[in-house]
């Protein structure tokens, strides 16, 4: 840093650039509390607050299935992550082959621009994706988030209408309770009441909704709720149909709008409402994806292909953000040889070679494991654990699909009793509106979904 000062004349007047003067890390307090405070003063966090910050855990480390949080008096408390970090970290924690992966791909080269350049981790993740996922989906589209992946999503859908000379199709058919991210064009087909639509009146692109399917993956499709609803859509769809491009849905199970399952006849008919109008499919598996719901897919419960894909969240084993949009070859063609002639996205970190090498090699485990056993065991332990709350006081619901599993209360959930109650038994556990739920690490022992399991209705017998 003395170059700095000696190189040149600096005014007079300027700060003296010495190390010394300079805030460096190293003056940042080391102490929970220090940091903390210095947290709630500075940082946004999700869905924050910056006038009412909300209680934060620090993290001092994180292994397996488990979280090391600082306990304020210089030690550590462990608890079992029971949402895998937002559903990402299917492996858990410092996996040893991801790290490998990761230690590896940092040695040959960490990034390179994917703008006339292309590299072997990108090659490989693209034609591995293509092996895994529905056989129509051919070409792939690598970005940084979820939220992304679905704007490309939708920009593919509009760009492959004008190239079709369908001009005027311009919106998006969805269902309610849903979400898609959030950035604007994602925003907009999010759920309108939960996705906070009023705040945005004006600057969001008006959708087109459709009621959410009736509850229930079981739901047979002779069933009056299905009927009922299956000629809404109908009626929907033709309605709009000179203004819809494409269909976007969260197949089988819509995530942060609710952890609410519906029946796989839902998305056959949609898919049966795209094909007859000339609109898109778009899945939106970016929670869904790579085995929660008990297969690789959800769209293969429905066995039904989309046009268009989204997955991210697990991709990476959540060790870095990084997302997909893959497509069919009649939407790659259509796209490529339309108006634009071509797909008019590019991000910076598109493909970035350390995410694409651990995405590898987090596909590489899970498949090489017996996931499929793996989850059913997962799904009938999150059964057999969360049954008993359906009985307690103030539980309106207890569901679960594949490595999922949600008790919903009759009322909004105290977010700070009963993270404190479940932490006190072990478990991490971040609930939302009137949800309390888990989608734990695939790693996770018969003993640890029980113990998930237990602290959960322990702390909503508790009373919170
Ligand atoms: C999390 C999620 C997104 C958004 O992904 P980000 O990486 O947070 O941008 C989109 N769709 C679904 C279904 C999701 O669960």
Redesign the pocket.
């Known amino acids: 840093m003395t170059e700095l000062s000696t190189s040149g004349s600096p005014r007079p007047d300027a700060p003296a650039a010495t190390s010394a003067a300079l805030p460096t890390s190293a003056a940042l307090p080391v102490s929970a509390a220090g940091l903390l405070a210095a947290d709630a003063e500075s940082l946004w966090h999700p869905y924050s607050s910056l006038s009412e910050p909300s209680p934060m855990r620090l993290v001092r480390g994180a292994s397996g299935v488990r979280l090391s949080l600082d306990d304020g008096d210089g030690g550590t408390v462990k608890a079992i992550d029971a949402m895998a970090s937002?559903?990402c970290m299917i492996h858990g924690y410092r996996n040893p082959v991801l790290d490998a992966a990761l230690k590896e791909q940092v040695d040959d080269f960490s990034h390179v621009m994917f703008g006339g350049l292309t590299h072997e981790p990108a090659i490989r993740l693209a034609s591995r994706l293509i092996e895994i996922t529905p056989s129509s989906l051919q070409h792939v589209f690598f970005c940084d988030?979820?939220?992304?992946?679905?704007e490309v999503a939708i920009k593919l859908a509009l760009q492959y209408q004008v190239a079709r000379g369908r001009h005027g199709r311009t919106r998006m058919l969805t269902v309610r309770g849903g979400?898609?991210?959030?950035?604007f064009a994602?925003m907009s087909v999010c759920d309108p009441v939960n996705g906070m639509h009023s705040l945005f009146t004006g600057a969001l692109k008006e959708q087109v909704f459709g009621p959410q399917p009736p509850s229930g993956f079981d739901r047979p499709d002779d069933d009056p709720e299905f009927l009922a609803w299956a000629a809404a859509m109908r009626q929907v769809a033709a309605q709009y149909k000179d203004q819809v491009a494409a269909i976007i849905v969260?197949p089988i199970l819509q995530?942060?709008g609710g952890m609410y399952p519906y029946s796989p006849a839902c998305l056959r008919l949609l898919r049966e409402l795209a094909d007859e109008h000339g609109f898109l499919l778009i899945l939106?598996?970016?929670?869904?994806g790579f085995g929660r719901t008990g297969t690789l897919f959800a769209s293969s419960h429905a066995d039904i292909e989309p046009d268009i894909l989204?997955i991210?969240?697990a991709l990476t084993g959540g060790y870095l953000?990084m997302?997909a949009t893959l497509c069919t070859t009649d939407v790659a063609r259509v796209v490529s040889d339309g108006p634009g002639g071509a797909l008019m996205h590019g991000p910076t970190f598109m493909a970035n070679p350390l995410a694409c090498a651990v995405a590898l090699a987090s596909i590489d485990l899970l498949l090489a494991s017996d996931w499929s056993a793996r989850i059913a065991q997962i799904s009938a332990g999150l059964s057999a654990g969360l049954t008993p709350a359906a009985s307690l006081p103030g539980v309106k619901d207890v569901r679960v699909l594949g490595a999922v599993g949600v008790v919903q209360l009759a009322g909004p959930v105290d977010m700070k009793g009963m993270t404190d109650a479940v932490l006190r038994r072990g478990v991490w556990v971040r609930p939302f509106r009137d949800l309390v739920y888990t989608m734990p690490p695939y790693i996770c022992t018969d003993e640890e979904i029980a113990l998930i399991c237990s602290a959960i209705v322990e702390a909503i017998a508790e009373g919170n």
Do not use: L, M, N, R
């Open positions: 937002w559903w988030s979820g939220s992304v992946s679905v979400y898609h991210g959030d950035t994602p969260e995530g942060a939106d598996e970016i929670a869904t989204c991210g969240k953000s997302a």
